[in-house]
């Protein structure tokens, strides 16, 4: 019968700078922020022409490009977030029709236009009743987050990398 030899290696952790990785993390959330704001006040419009409330015209943003920005609302309105104890960053847009303007949206008809079908019903005193939407109103996307982000990707790709990769350290466990 043949002993056996036995090795006693000591265990050891893997460990990384969290603070460098913050660091990172938090420089790509505002990089990707800032040029997202840039595309919207920059964006030259080319679509319809729109009358604005106090007077004055501006053109509209053609589908696939970023919006316009009329009043600065939707630029001002995007945010940088650190979560998870600055280990993740999000990005917000909080203007609620940011995502009907990234993504695109589809509504219905309404009480107003030409294009619903509408009865006279005779239990209304002769108002006229919304029967059916007939067509339905589509905006295409104008995607301004989520191409700042395919800009910025790969070099927050690397940077994270890089920063993941030098924090790394072995720890012995006693």
Partial sequence: MASGLKIVVPAYTLSYDRAALRKVLRSAGAEVAALARS????ASGGGR???????GRYSASVAGSPPVSRTGALASSI????????LSVRIIDAMFYSRFLETGA???GGAKGSRNVRKRVSGRRGKYVLMQVVGRRQMAPRPFLSVAMEQKGDSISVRVRDAVIQGIAFKRQK
């Fill in 49 to 55: 022409t729109y009358s604005k409330p106090g007077g």
């Fill in 39 to 42: 595309m919207i006040r920059n």
């Fill in 79 to 86: 945010r940088v977030q650190t979560r998870s104890k600055g």
């Fill in 106 to 108: 589809q509504g219905g």
